[in-house]
């Protein structure tokens, strides 16, 4: 479900960072793009980008700031959204209540610095959702939690995204969620939300696509996504699927979508590069090109069970940046068998 917990990680910072330069490619040689820029929105591609642009947002914000994160162990993250409350900004903040463990530190500053804090609705198996919305009028869909030991090690991506219908819906299922309301959630623009239809959407573009489908996956679990994968390698799409295998965890997935033909690159060393992002990028280089970016993973619980946000668009600038890093992330890995 999540990635090792920082809490319980044997090394410090310092040492995750010398273990990645002895034991996987480093951050440089897997990122040549850091950002990209399009109609729907604004790309950045972690880890080269970095979190500068979120904390910036942070403090740029002049009326509210509405938070949803699966874990949260960033302190400059939290002085940031304590600084905001401090000069009135109404700064809220939904920790996922499973993670407590994870999240605890942050709760108890956040509730001590003037930030609206609450734990997620039992309703949903996770939140594992990770946004933030500035001032009703933007949003960051991210891939990833706002946990510093990992910046410098995992494929993540962070959407910034301004579509008003967008950002409506967002702010919208967050009031009921902060609440513990019963919501129906709007897709706006482009939002895909679990547990509402994001199975069917990710289904619909796997299942609509024509030449090539490239898949961040972190975990594969869900068995209709595999077999909708394994349909369109059969019908002679390209499918590629970049991803973790920690353990030998997704041998068995694996091994079932190579035999119809998907091409599998994986990671798998627990303090080096991790492949945390969640794309289907589909039909690269066609007029119709479309990509998924978001915190679903492929498994019935983040699917069907969790509250979790992710969005489908097609800008051109976008899907580069993605095609940018999952080449390189594909060529570095480890190619199955």
């Known amino acids: 479900m999540t990635r090792r917990s920082p809490l319980a990680a044997a090394c410090s ?38 979190f500068s642009p979120v904390y910036d947002l942070i403090k740029a914000a002049r009326h509210s700031i509405d938070v949803v994160m699966y874990e949260f162990a960033d302190t ?29 530190h942050a709760y108890s500053y956040f509730r001590s610095h003037g930030v609206k804090v609450v734990w997620s609705s039992p309703s949903f198996r996770y939140t594992h959702q990770k946004t933030l919305v500035f ?21 993540e991506f962070l959407v910034l995204d301004s579509s008003r219908a967008d950002v409506t819906a967002i702010t919208a299922v967050f009031n009921a969620d902060f609440a513990q309301r019963a919501v129906r959630p709007s897709d706006g623009s ?17 299942n609509g696509a024509t030449s090539s489908l490239r898949v961040y996956s972190e975990e594969m679990g869900d068995t209709a996504v595999e077999d909708a994968l394994i349909r369109a390698a059969e019908r002679g799409l390209d499918v590629q699927v970049c991803g ?4 030998g965890e997704y041998d068995g997935a694996f091994a079932r979508l190579a035999r119809a033909g998907v091409h599998i690159s994986y990671y798998s060393s ?43 668009i097609s800008d051109p600038a976008i899907l580069s940046a993605i095609a940018d890093s999952f080449a390189a992330d594909f060529r570095n890995g480890t190619h199955w068998p």
């Open 244 to 247: 973790e295998n920690e353990a």
């Open 135 to 155: 001032d009703g009028s933007q949003a960051v869909i991210m891939t990833a939690n706002l946990t510093s030991a990992y910046y410098s090690t995992s494929r």
């Open 13 to 50: 910072v310092a040492c995750l960072a010398a273990l990645v330069l002895a034991n996987s490619p480093s951050a440089a040689a897997q990122s040549r793009i850091t950002s990209a820029s399009g109609a729907s929105g604004r790309l950045f591609v972690e880890p080269g980008a970095g």
């Open 76 to 104: 400059t993250a939290e002085r940031d959204l304590a600084a905001a409350a401090g000069r009135g900004v109404l700064v809220r903040v939904i920790l996922d209540n499973t993670e407590r463990d994870v999240n605890s």
């Open 190 to 206: 482009d939002l895909v939300w679990s547990p509402t239809d994001a199975q069917a959407e990710l289904l619909g573009l796997v």
């Open 270 to 312: 627990p303090t080096g590069f991790y492949i945390h992002g969640k794309v289907i990028e589909a039909d690269y280089g066609t007029p119709h090109a479309k990509v998924f970016i978001g915190s679903e993973n492929f498994s019935s619980t983040s699917l069907n069970h969790n509250r979790e946000l992710g969005l489908i």
